[in-house]
């Protein structure tokens, strides 16, 4: 009986102790490949993400928006004034919520 405990507490043990195992090798395989260099395409992706934040940046917003998106943008924002009755379209609202008289019950 007691053999049968302790090879059934090894079996445990052995099971938790290969779990451990894959999992450590799992993440120490990200980590090793993180440290490799990236390849061509993902170099690429990445030089032109960080190319349109600089131009970003420096433009103040949208990259390469001309005259006609401006005033598409204005247009947009009188319609939406003129639809929701003005105010600053650009932040958001500020909410005030009350709270609510209760009467105690009548007496």
Partial sequence: MALHRLFQLSSVL????SLTLRRNIGISAVLLQRAKELDPVQKLFLDKIRDYNSKSKTAGGIVDA???YQKNVSEEVTKLQ??????????????????????????
């Fill in 14 to 17: 052995r099971s938790a102790v």
């Fill in 66 to 68: 001309g005259p006609a």
């Fill in 82 to 107: 003129r639809l929701y009755g003005g105010g600053d379209m650009t932040k958001f609202p500020d909410f005030k919520f009350t709270e609510p008289k209760l009467d105690e019950g009548a007496k």
